[in-house]
């Protein structure tokens, strides 16, 4: 929960809110509590990190020293699934978008200046957008121009790739991940084809063997759509 949910995204899901001083005060709240009793539960087993980190906390009433505060509790009313359920949704969308960056190469750390998206994000826009590095975000479809897409929890995500990356390098890119797959499919598609490897090894590494074999295959239908993309 603390390395994940609240550093890898509450934190930078926040970073907008925190920046203004209309929206921080929900953002600060949330994190202080969790940072409070995440401190509390680990402090039997890091006493001395947690009790100096404590005592750092701008928390009203606390306790003199962590060792003698309460042990946290969970009001009822903290327990929202169905809002759970929307934001997981909503990164879950992030992530798939994320991933279609990575396959072009795009750098997290740059942004892009729109982006496409055909579906309900259940007012979870600026999330998305935040997280995806996106400047501005469009309902529909691109009308011109090249483009990738992604689909992910019933959303259609949409890149326009104009002017983002060098066409020619893509290209010289996807020839070497494919050479590299090629060259993976046809060892495994001799050792899937020698029956003393099929009837000697073990059950488990056989169907390992298969399983990578029909993700290459993805994988390099996925770089030969590309490439037609790019040509």
């Known amino acids: 929960f603390f390395w994940s949910e609240l550093c890898d995204w509450y934190i930078e899901v926040s970073k907008p809110r925190l920046n203004s001083q209309e929206d921080k005060a929900t953002p600060q709240w949330v994190l202080l509590t969790a ?3 995440f401190l509390r539960m680990m402090h039997p087993v890091m006493p001395h990190i947690t009790e100096e980190l404590y005592q750092h906390l701008p928390l009203t009433g606390k306790s003199a020293f962590l060792m003698s505060a309460s042990w946290p509790s969970v009001p009822e009313s903290f327990n929202e699934p169905e809002a759970e359920q929307k934001i997981e949704r909503t990164f879950e969308i992030t992530r798939a978008f994320r991933a279609l960056r990575a396959e072009i190469d ?3 750390i740059k942004t892009v200046p729109v982006a496409y998206v055909e579906g309900d994000l259940e007012g979870n826009e600026s999330v998305f957008a935040s997280q995806g590095w996106i400047v501005e975000l469009r309902q529909g479809r691109p009308t011109d121009g090249q483009f990738v897409s992604t689909t992910a929890e019933g959303v259609d995500i949409h890149l326009p790739i104009s002017g983002l990356i060098d066409p020619e390098k893509e290209l010289g890119r996807l020839q070497k991940e494919q050479e590299k797959i090629q060259a993976d499919l046809l060892k495994i598609e001799a050792r899937l084809a020698n029956p003393q490897f099929t009837e000697r090894a073990k059950p488990e590494v056989v169907e390992k063997e298969q399983a990578t074999l029909v993700t290459l295959q993805a994988q390099l239908t996925k770089i ?4 037609k993309l790019f040509a």
Request: proline share 10%.
């Open 35 to 37: 940072l409070d009793a």
């Open 106 to 108: 795009l750098s997290p």
């Open 224 to 227: 030969e759509e590309r490439r």
